[in-house]
């Protein structure tokens, strides 16, 4: 049996989409590690699944890392879905729409015509708290969908930072289990005016990614918490894409951020189950 799948990125960090309301995709951490291998299968850094039981229902989106463990959201990834569900009719014809993520309702909306430019609601689920892990390093620890951690690191020093190997090391710190998380290492611009550079170690993934929407989002969280950062902040990513945050408040008190950024599709085909 084939299945038809589209391949999409969201600031170079990409992902294969279907439309899985039949329920006929196979969902085992083997199957989705082996069409996402770069070398044997489709490649990608995760799977997306999106179903609608009806019109008028959020859209369900259930994500898999390139390991095959599910993950409760992803930041690009929901913005790649709501192209995608714009442009395969799932939305009717209408640019804005809801999604339901890990037991969360998030709001989308495409931003242009061709519904390559989209902007989605992401949910601080757990507080931001600064944790000084040794003498000299404070890392940033709360969640946006997903556990993250921020760390600031020198400009000079993040464009030679062995990624990996910090990321997977902070990633495995005892102060995260049992869960562990996503690492996120950024730097301070001099000038106000210029982007918040952002590099992440994505969790799952195991390794850098050249974007993570819920990493720009929890970027920008601590920014302003901490930093005093405005409310709309531009982040530059690894693959060279700039994600626009801006911070949502409920009450005066932090609700999460809204994400902007591009949602590009690749190419479609089938594959064999």
């Not at 179903?51 to 390139?66: A, H």
């Not at 929901?78 to 939305?91: D, I, K, Y």
């Not at 195991?206 to 920014?223: I, K, P, R």
Request: glycine share 12%; net charge negative; proline share 4%.
């Amino acid at each position: 049996m084939n299945f038809s799948f589209t391949k999409m990125h969201g600031a170079g960090n990409d992902f294969i989409f279907a439309d899985d309301s039949a329920r006929l995709w196979n969902t085992d951490a083997e199957s989705i590690r082996k069409i996402c291998d770069r070398h044997r299968g489709i490649g990608a850094d995760g799977l997306i699944l999106l179903r609608r039981e009806k019109d008028g229902d959020p859209i369900r989106m259930n994500y898999y890392n390139r390991d095959g463990s599910p993950a409760s959201l992803c930041g690009n990834g929901l913005r790649c879905a709501a192209s995608f569900a714009f442009r395969n009719g799932l939305t009717g014809g209408k640019k804005q729409m809801s999604f339901l993520s890990g037991g969360n309702l998030l709001q989308a909306e495409i931003m242009d015509e061709n519904g390559e430019t989209a902007r989605v609601e992401i949910v601080c689920t757990e507080p931001f708290r600064a944790y000084e892990l040794s003498p000299g390093e404070t890392v940033y620890k709360g969640g946006a969908g997903v556990p993250h951690a921020v760390k600031i690191v020198p400009e000079w020093k993040l464009e030679h930072l062995d990624v990996d190997g910090e990321g997977r090391r902070l990633r495995l710190h005892e102060r995260f289990q049992p869960e562990g998380a996503n690492v996120n290492f950024i730097s301070l611009p001099v000038d106000p005016g210029m982007p918040v550079l952002i590099r992440t170690y994505e969790r799952g993934v195991e390794a850098e990614t050249l974007a993570c929407g819920t990493g720009c989002a929890s970027a920008g969280m601590v920014l302003h918490s901490f930093f005093g950062f405005p409310e709309k902040v531009s982040l530059l990513c690894r693959g060279g894409d700039r994600i626009g945050i801006e911070i949502s408040k409920e009450q005066g008190n932090l609700k999460g951020v809204f994400l902007t950024g591009p949602a590009k599709t690749v190419f479609t085909g089938e594959i064999q189950s």
